[in-house]
Structures are given as C-alpha cells and as structure tokens.
C-alpha cells in the first residue's frame, strides 16, 4: 500500500465541524435526577430510579454484617421512574441509627411481583428469573444503592468469601443477602468533609502522566508508615518525590470502589483476585480496602486529603474510570440464560442499566467481562456524568481515563453494538458537553482520556473520538515498539516514525485537534513493563506466586531480549522513554518504569497483589542511573516548549529566521526523499526543531534515532544564524551510561558545528541543543 509523505502531516490542519460537541437538547437538556439518600436534620429521603419495578423497599440496618434490618419503608414511585421514600430522624433513632445510615434496597417486578406471603429467603410471588422483556428482579437480594458515596464492603471479603449467594437461578434465588450484603453508607452534610486544594489548570500539552496503581505505589514502601502503606494517605507521602521525578498529573488505576476485599481471603493465591480494580461496584464510593480510615466518611475524606496533598506540589489528580461494564458480570453459562449475580444495578432495573442481546436473555458484551453497560439509556447516562460530576466537584479530581471508551459511543441499547462519534445522543458526547474539558490553553475543566476501543464490532476507534477527547496513542506504542524490537521482521518506514513523532496528525488534523490529544506510551498497565519490553521475547504468565499465575494477556507484545545482553535492554529502555518524552503529543509513564521495574514478563498481572507486582522502592546502581535518566529529561522537555506545540509542527519556515518549524533529516544530512519517506528498509532518521518560534531557550534542538543494529554517522545540520554549533545533551549508547547521561541545563558538551559527524551506536538516540 502506498503511504503518504510525512511532511503532509506537518501542516496545520484547520477546526472541522466536530470542534463543538454536538447538540442534543432534546435528549438530556432536563437535569440528572438527584438520587441517593440525602440525610437531613429531621428526616432521611432516599431515591433510587427503576422504570420496570412494580414494589421497592428500603431496608435499615444498625451495623454492617450479620444482623437482620431494623426498619422497612416503602418506597413510591412517581414520574419517570423516580422512587422516594422519607424516613423520619426520630424513627431512626429509636432503631438504634445515628448520623451514619446503613441501607440497602428489595426489589420486585414483572418476573417476581410483590406478594404478601413474602419473606427473606422465600420464593413467593416467584415467576422466573428472567422474562421476556429481560428483568430480572429479585426480592431475597439487598440491593446497595447505585448513588451510595461508600459501600461497607464488598460482596466477596473474608468474612463471606462466596459471592455466589448474590446470584439466581434454582440453586441460589432463594438466599436472602440482607445479613451478608454490602450496605450503602449515608451521612450528614459535612461528615466527610476536607479540603481538595488549588486545582492545576495547566494546559495538557504540558503534561507528563504517571499511570500507577494506588495500593502498588506504597505497599513495598519502607519510607512510609506500615498502617498507611497502600492507602490513599500513604500515596499522599509520595507527592513530593514524583513531583521531584517531573511528573505533572498521576492516573490511579480504578479507586472506584471495586471487588477487591477477595484478595485478602488468600493472601499468596491469585485465584477470583481483582488487583488492577476494573470490577467496579460502585461509581461513587472511594474503595474502602485502600483507605487507612475505614470507618463510614474514612474513605471519602481520605481520598481529598491526598488529592490535596497532590495539588499542593502542582500534581493533577486523573483516575482511570470502568463504565463499559460492572462487578455484576454476565450469566454463569451461554445455556443457563436465569442464572447471574445481583448486587445493585441489575437487580433495581436490569433492562435500563444494562445492554441486552436481542432476545433479552443474555448480555451484549464488548468488554470480555459478561456485559455492557447500557449506555445509549438516559438513567445509564445519568448515572456516569452524576459520577463524574461528583468525582470532579466534591473529590477534586482533574480528569479521566475511561476504560474501553467506545463502548460509550454505542449508539444501540439492546441487540447490536455500534459507535458512531457523530451521534449527540451517545454517553461521549453527553460528557463531553456537561463535563467542560479543559480549554487547549489552559483554566478550568477536566481532562479527558480515552481508550479508544473495545473489544468486537467497530469498537476500534483509535483517531475516531468527539473532538472534547484526548485518546491513548496506541499507534505511537506499535510503531516504535516495531521499529526497536521487530528489526527485519516488521516493516516500519521513516515516515511511519516521523508522523508518530511528530504527534500522529493523521489520526488527529482531521477534526481540528493537536498534538496533545495523543498520549504517546510505550508500556502501559495492562501488558509487559517497559524494562520486560526489551527483556523478554515472550510472556511468561504461568509461574508461581508471588509472579503469577495469570491467565490471558496479549501474545504478540513486539518485544524482544535484545539477545539477553543486560547493558543492551539497558539502552534500548532508555531509547524507548527517550522517544516519550521528546515527541509531540504528552508523554505517559507506568509507575516503577523510570527505574526499569520488571515483572518477570508477565504481560497480563491483573490478578497479582502481590509484593513482587507493587513498586519496590530499592534499586540497584543500575536502577538508580535510569531514574536519573528519567528525570532529568523529563526536565529538560519541561524547559522546551519547542517539544510541547500547541498545533502539528509546520514545514516552513514561519518567523523569518530562516529555519524550518521542523526539518527532517537523513543521516547525510538532507531531507529525505519519497523513496527514503516511504522505504521500510531504512531505518535511521534526525529532526530538527527551530526553538526561536516556540520562546525556547535553545535556538534550535536535533534529534537523531539509529534503528539500525550497527552504528550509523549522521551529519549535523545548521544549528541557526544565532548559534555558535551543538552541544549534547544525552546519548543513550552505552559509553554514556551512568549517573550524568543527561546533562543539565548548562553543562552539554559541544560536539560540533554544521556538517560535524556524529557516530551514533546502533538502537541509539542523540539530543543536541544550539548554543
């Protein structure tokens, strides 16, 4: 196939219809309903939404496991769907509740209406346990509240470890969960309060992300008090030390609260664990498990104290979010259609809350966990953007990575799956028009990041997302991991490397986005690290705890060994965080990858909570030179905006200086031709950025990358009029390796002047300023 001209790619591309998101007023122009319980000085209403129920009771407890209720109210409906009940104080108080109320929710409808003869743990009224039309309610089930802001804990913890009781079907729809099942936590105004802090309104494109794990941050910490490690106030004791590293925003994998108490029920076995947390339950409750302060409030409060302590270095918040899909899963077997867990949603209104296959009978699933969330439904949709305005108002937080994000853009509810960006009646384009992303310039807003696919149908939309979305560049992953890796077995071209360096203007010039809108990585959570990347040719998901077992996981990683060679994986890393953080786009990190963290190359450590899956806060010689690596050019891209644009890099020269905006370069020092642009069999190519038209400090910056095996000599370009030749700021071969491989602001060593040979050793990057 013929591939266009990088330099196409390097011209600005003008605002597209799809700048501002689309218009569906008659959609959702009347606001979320107000749901929850809201406890009051005199009484307490709760509200819950179910179109298809025909009875709904609130049932209070006096504590959180084991005990029966101690107060049943009747629930009324009234329009669309709403359900209210209100509660004196006093009544509650003289059933032993304070100001902490613990509820949950019964249920009945067409498939089990209401009848007198009901009790817990008795089939009365039964008809079956899905019908026709897909409901699935379910009296014997307690039901926790879709809005809860905490959950006691989760259906499967040490002292229940089967979750099946929250399941249908003949074997268990009979179990009443009322004394096991998690109870929805409310509380006065004010009994989890605590300040957030100044928020940063930096502008993305200024931006260095840290993906990490919230409880793997802190548990193998030693600097940080035992009874914090893993909680919320222990990752607040780090915020000074990654802001020192260079970060700028970290991204928590999913503290929605999710079903993790399992893990503790075995603490050396993976089996049913959930460590990485994309088994949400509830959107609005903080985890419990990751909170020091346990106790109802603890978590919630816990939470904005260390979203302060990260505001207060300058840090945005961001936290990886799961509405494609929930903790409920799908059914137990494709024959056994009656037979699925209820913990919330399914059992209030299964057929709102939850896409189905055609027949009713099954879940539509494009995540590979058992179902989508319905979100084409308006009570779905309330449901995410009343989640994410809580998460953004009252918990501080600064943005979101939305997990399998396509499923958002489904344009079906039941029977079919299909994502059109262009339909204003999606759940993307609802959040992008009541969430506010944060203005290109900077301010107030939050950032949105998409993973821009799912699984099946055209749910693979990388390039394809409303224009209010930023994306995860998975292309920029592909390509450069091909290029360092695949040498002779993937074909990369020089162009293929230009567009994505340059900020992979073909997938985003198109609808008026930048640079910025590509969040360049070349690891990420979910897959090898990056010192695995150039250490292991193959996954190794089967050995023994505390490495593994892990099931699944990609097999073709495009990584490779490096032929076992310790001091060349060592290169090859630094060439690939190289390659982050001097591209256009905004560089995203893996916790531990800026000390070359390893997981023995298991790919897929989902599962893992394990000492040898969390950060390890000691490090070899070796190690401690990367970190140093890490952030001293994490640094150096701070002080250059020239790699930061705003808009796609131009080909010409815009302020009269005589220098290209940026300028490509063979290793003879000419521009490429088509033939070179389009030949997958060369593999060395340098660029040049005209600092002057960004307010650079340097004059000029040039970068070179050897593909190559062996070293390659690369004839420097004119450094500029102003400029008295070039000074290196790092090579990544390996005579440069050590504690001073990055030179400070200062201290680059001049190597020579226009036309000046550099020899470059194969799999190695060069940085040169003009001085």
């Known amino acids: 196939m013929r591939r266009a001209l990088p330099i196409l790619l390097l011209l600005a591309v003008a605002g597209c219809a799809d700048e501002a998101p689309p218009d569906a007023e008659s959609i959702d122009a009347k606001r979320s309903r107000i749901l929850g319980a809201e406890v009051a000085p005199a009484e307490v209403v709760f509200r819950t939404f179910s179109a298809r129920a025909t009875a709904i009771e609130v049932w209070v407890y006096d504590r959180d496991f084991g005990a029966p209720a101690v107060l049943v109210a009747p629930m009324q409906r009234g329009a669309d769907g709403l359900w209210t009940a209100r509660v004196a104080r006093d009544r509650l108080a003289a059933a032993g509740v304070g100001d902490v109320v613990r509820y949950g929710y019964r249920a009945w409808g067409p498939n089990w209406p209401r009848v007198a003869e009901w009790a817990p743990g008795s089939a009365a009224g039964f008809v079956a346990d899905v019908d026709a039309e897909g409901n699935r309610f379910n009296p014997n089930k307690l039901l926790f509240d879709p809005y809860a802001l905490e959950i006691s804990h989760d259906p499967a913890h040490p002292l229940h470890p089967d979750d099946t009781a929250y ?89 929605q609260e999710t079903n993790n108490d399992q893990n503790d029920i075995d603490p050396q076995s ?89 027949d009713r009978q099954h879940f539509y699933d494009n995540t590979g966990t058992g179902g989508n969330l319905n979100t084409r439904n308006p009570a779905a949709q309330d449901l995410i953007v009343d989640s994410l305005r809580y998460w953004r108002d009252e918990l501080g937080v600064d943005g979101y990575r939305f997990d399998l994000a396509s499923v958002l853009g489904n344009v079906c509810e039941h029977g079919c799956f299909h994502y059109d960006k262009l339909d204003p009646g999606t759940a993307l384009n609802r959040v992008w028009r009541e969430l506010g992303p944060r203005p290109a310039e900077g301010g107030p807003g939050v950032d949105l990041i998409a993973e821009p696919w799912a699984i099946g149908g055209n749910s693979y939309r990388v390039g394809d997302f409303p224009a209010g979305f930023i994306e995860w560049g998975a292309k920029f992953r592909d390509t450069l991991r091909s290029d360092q890796n695949e040498l002779g077995i993937a074909e990369v071209t020089p162009g293929d490397i230009a567009t994505r360096v340059a900020g992979s203007s073909d997938l985003f010039g ?118 140093r690596f890490t952030a001293r050019l994490m640094a150096f891209r701070k002080r250059h905006p020239a790699l930061r644009p705003a808009r796609f890099y131009a080909g010409h020269d815009t302020n009269g200086d005589v220098m290209e905006q940026l300028r490509w370069f063979t290793p003879d020092g000419v521009p490429p031709s088509a033939a070179y642009w389009q030949n997958p069999d060369n593999h060395a190519l340098a660029w040049r950025i005209d600092g002057a038209e960004f307010g650079d400090p340097a004059p000029a910056i040039y970068v070179a990358y050897n593909g190559w095996a062996g070293p390659v000599d690369f004839a420097l370009p004119w450094p500029g009029r102003h400029a008295g030749g070039w000074h290196r700021v790092t090579d990544t071969c390996d005579w440069a390796e050590g504690p001073d491989q990055v030179r400070r602001d200062g201290e680059e060593d001049y190597v020579g002047g226009e036309w000046s040979r550099y020899r470059l050793c194969g799999r190695g990057l060069l940085v040169l300023i003009a001085k």
């Open 270 to 358: 993976t089996a049913g664990d959930n460590y990485w947390g994309y088994m949400t339950l509830s959107y609005f409750a903080p985890d419990r498990r990751y909170a020091a302060d346990r106790s109802p409030g603890g978590p919630t409060r816990e939470f904005k104290q260390m979203v302060r302590a990260f505001h207060d270095h300058g840090i945005k918040v961001y936290i990886d979010v799961v509405y494609n899909h929930t903790a409920e899963g799908g059914t137990f077997g494709p024959t056994d259609p009656g037979t699925t867990k209820l913990f919330s949603l399914r059992g209030l209104d299964n057929v709102s809350y939850y896409s189905l296959t055609a």
């Open 510 to 627: 198109d609808d008026g986005r930048a640079p910025w809108h590509s969040v360049n990585f070349m690891v990420a959570h979910d897959g090898l690290t990056l010192a695995d990347l150039y250490a292991c040719d193959h996954k190794r998901n089967d050995q023994p705890w505390p490495y593994g077992p892990s099931d699944g996981g990609e097999d073709h990683n495009r990584s490779w060994d490096q032929g076992g060679d310790p001091a060349a994986q060592r290169r090859a890393a630094r060439t690939g965080m190289a390659l982050m953080l001097l591209s256009a786009g905004v560089p995203m990190i893996t916790g531990g990858d800026e000390a070359l963290r390893s997981q023995r190359c298991n790919n897929n450590v989902y599962n893992l909570d394990s000492p040898a899956n969390w950060l390890d806060a000691r490090r070899s010689p070796e190690q401690q030179d990367f970190r």
């Open 167 to 255: 399941a249908t079907g003949p074997r268990y729809r009979t179990i009443d969960t009322g004394p096991i099942g998690p109870k929805s936590y409310a509380w006065p105004a004010g009994h989890a309060a605590a300040d957030v802090g100044r928020r940063p309104t930096r502008a993305f494109k200024d931006d260095i992300v840290y993906e990490v794990h919230l409880r793997g941050l802190t548990m193998n910490d030693p600097t940080v008090p035992a009874a914090l490690r893993g909680t919320y106030a222990g990752a607040a004791r780090k915020a000074a030390e990654l802001a020192a590293l260079g970060v700028t925003a970290i991204e928590l994998l999913p503290v």
